[in-house]
């Protein structure tokens, strides 16, 4: 959330390392983190950081670009559903963290995957098929 994002920005306990991946943490066998190798992005540059535990943050961006042309995006790139899951291609469905940009959570992800799943279902059972005509269509 924006709060806690702000307190820890703010905390004198806590640094953040952007544009920097970790390469190595050590002593992971020994059952305890001591320090981490971190190496810069845009540098190439590597440093050893002593720590007592790491948090890592990951996928603050949604990772649509393959869907781009095909499915409609919205100005963050996250797929635009309505009534649940659908998205503007009939037979698409999107859930999860694709699709939500406010609560971004893995329960909420799973909840939502449950929902795309049965919208799938009522869609597939909706669809005409060889034996499965509907009264009316004979």
Not at 22 to 38: C, F, M, N, P, Y
Not at 54 to 66: D, E, M, Y
């Amino acid at each position: 959330s924006k709060i806690m994002q702000d307190k820890a920005l703010n905390h004198p306990k806590i640094s953040f390392e952007w544009s920097t991946e970790i390469s190595e943490i050590r002593d992971v066998e020994a059952g305890k983190v001591t320090s981490v190798t971190l190496r810069r992005i845009d540098s190439g540059l590597s440093k050893v950081l002593p720590v007592d535990g790491v948090f890592v943050a990951i996928g603050h961006n949604p990772n649509t670009s393959l869907f781009a042309g095909q499915l409609a995006l919205d100005e963050q790139n996250y797929i635009r559903t309505k009534n649940g899951s659908l998205t503007s291609r009939p037979g698409v469905f999107a859930c999860g963290d694709v699709q939500d940009p406010v609560y971004r959570q893995a329960v909420t992800a799973a909840g939502s995957g449950c929902m795309a799943a049965i919208d799938a279902e009522r869609y597939l059972e909706s669809l005409p098929t060889p034996g499965n005509v509907k009264p009316g269509e004979e």
